[in-house]
């Protein structure tokens, strides 16, 4: 199975502020189509995960610019600016490149 | 708007059978992929499996393919997973998705004597 690291395990932010969220695969997440099957997903309290950033980069339907999603291969980065309260809560990353599906153990984001 | 909801969740004996049910609209079920994924008590996500968009197949995570299956009836725009002799760390949330980017809202198993 794809094992997937993220870092770090939580994150200190002042409202207004920008944070980083690393996602390592073990493996290359490149699909032989050449797609990277690499998504970014937030969970707030009490509700179940939402999609925020599928295919490295691209934004889902609805979420603000101020998610952005980079990187390649094994290496992924997700940027969050200007945070807002709403953006609390604990994110995953999760490769669908190769079954099984695999995510990451989670960023727990919360206000400094 | 596309809606997932799960339903069939509870308190479960060990060594028994439970049956979740994924009611799906908003969009036309019969042209997706359709999985589940749980959450454990300690938040870690698994992914269970999937299945493809007229059901004829199905992919599963190693270590639950013997005991979990999934099915679909797109007549009913709904999705199951059939749970056998559960087990204690069976205990999670469990979420029915569309292709991963569509979530419900969850359904608690608790596996316990």
């Known amino acids: 199975d794809v094992v997937m690291t993220q870092t770090p395990v939580s994150l200190s932010v002042s409202l207004g502020g920008q944070v980083s969220i690393s996602c390592r695969s073990s493996?290359?997440?490149?699909?032989?189509?050449?797609?990277?099957?690499l998504s970014w997903y937030l969970q707030k309290p009490g509700q179940s995960p939402q999609l925020l950033i599928y295919?490295?980069?691209n934004r889902f339907s609805g979420i603000s610019d101020r998610f952005s999603g980079s990187g390649s291969g094994t290496d992924f980065t997700l940027k969050i600016s200007r945070v807002e309260p709403d953006d609390l809560g604990v994110y995953y990353c999760?490769?669908?490149?190769?079954?099984?599906?695999?995510f990451g153990g989670g960023t727990k984001l919360e206000l400094k | 708007e596309v809606q997932l909801v799960e339903s069939g969740g509870g308190l479960v004996q060990p060594g028994a059978s439970l049956k979740l049910s994924c009611v799906a609209s908003?969009?036309?079920?019969?042209?997706?992929?359709m999985s589940w994924v749980r959450q454990t008590p300690g938040k870690t996500m698994e992914w269970i499996g999937d299945?493809?968009?007229?059901?004829?197949?199905?992919n599963y995570a190693p270590s639950l393919k013997n005991r979990f299956t999934i099915s679909r009836d797109n007549a009913k725009s709904t999705l199951y997973l059939q749970m056998s002799n559960v087990r204690s760390e069976d205990t999670a949330t469990y979420y029915c998705?569309?292709?991963?980017?569509?979530w419900g809202q969850g359904v608690m198993v608790t596996v316990s004597s």
């Open positions: 998705t569309r292709d991963g980017y569509y």
């Open positions: 908003g969009f036309t079920f019969s042209d997706y992929w």
């Open positions: 299945i493809k968009y007229d059901g004829s197949y199905t």
């Open positions: 493996q290359s997440l490149v699909h032989n189509n050449g797609n990277t099957y």
């Open positions: 295919k490295v980069s």
């Open positions: 999760g490769q669908g490149t190769q079954y099984p599906w695999t």
